[in-house]
């Protein structure tokens, strides 16, 4: 096994491999592992460690350099100015657009938010089989309930962010009723076709089984 290069950057060692330094030979970790003429060769060679003058806080950097080469992530907390200053030290020669900042964490809507939409979405979906039944002829009363779940799952695909929260509005009665709630709101905000003149006055659970919903009208 290669014994690996010791150094000790302002008093933290750090450890890794030659063949990674002698990447970039006319750097100065590179002239370590390369220039047999100079003292920190001799050092490496006999496994002792070489000891450097510079911020270990901010070596992990120029070593990400040698182990990935560029872009360099740097730490959003970290001055960029410092870390560039530190690259010069060691003869790295990069320009300030080769550090870049870590990409920002992906962030999701809130809970209420995302819920809006879906019961947005839900509504519009419930109002669009109402009247496809009503189409065909069928009377008020004779329209059958309409199922949640299968709503549900294709107001989904739209809303793609509420995935996460379907397995509770399918399984927790208070969630569903809730959401009910919500999706009656949206209802009273979907302007009908001009041909339905009717008002629709609430969304309800349907009595006797628990995975259908129906429109009530005024």
Not at 28 to 42: C, H, I, K
Not at 103 to 121: F, H, M, N, Q, Y
Not at 192 to 210: E, F, H, I, L, S
Request: charged share 25%; with cysteine; glycine share 6%.
């Amino acid at each position: 096994m290669t014994t690996p290069v010791r150094l000790d950057v302002g008093g933290t060692e750090f450890k890794t491999a030659k063949s990674t330094l002698g990447r970039h030979p006319q750097t100065l970790l590179g002239q370590f592992v390369t220039n047999e003429s100079t003292a920190e060769y001799q050092l490496i060679q006999q496994g002792q460690p070489v000891f450097i003058d510079a911020d270990p806080s901010l070596f992990p950097y120029v070593l990400d350099f040698y182990r990935h080469g560029t872009p360099i992530f740097v730490d959003g907390s970290v001055d960029v100015r410092r870390v560039m200053r530190e690259l010069h030290f060691f003869g790295i020669q990069l320009d300030r657009a080769q550090l870049q900042p870590p990409d920002e964490p992906e962030t999701k809507p809130p809970k209420s938010e995302t819920l809006r939409r879906l019961a947005k979405r839900f509504a519009e979906l419930m109002l669009r089989e109402d009247w496809l039944r009503k189409s065909v002829g069928q009377s008020v009363s004779g329209v059958p309930p309409l199922n949640f779940t299968q709503l549900l799952q294709e107001a989904i695909t739209e809303v793609s962010e509420a995935e996460e929260y379907a397995q509770a509005l399918k399984t927790s009665q208070e969630e569903r009723g809730m959401f009910l709630v919500c999706v009656e709101a949206e209802v009273q905000n979907v302007k009908p076709r001009k041909d339905v003149q009717v008002r629709y006055a609430a969304v309800r659970p349907y009595v006797g089984n628990t995975d259908a919903v129906w429109l009530q009208y005024e």
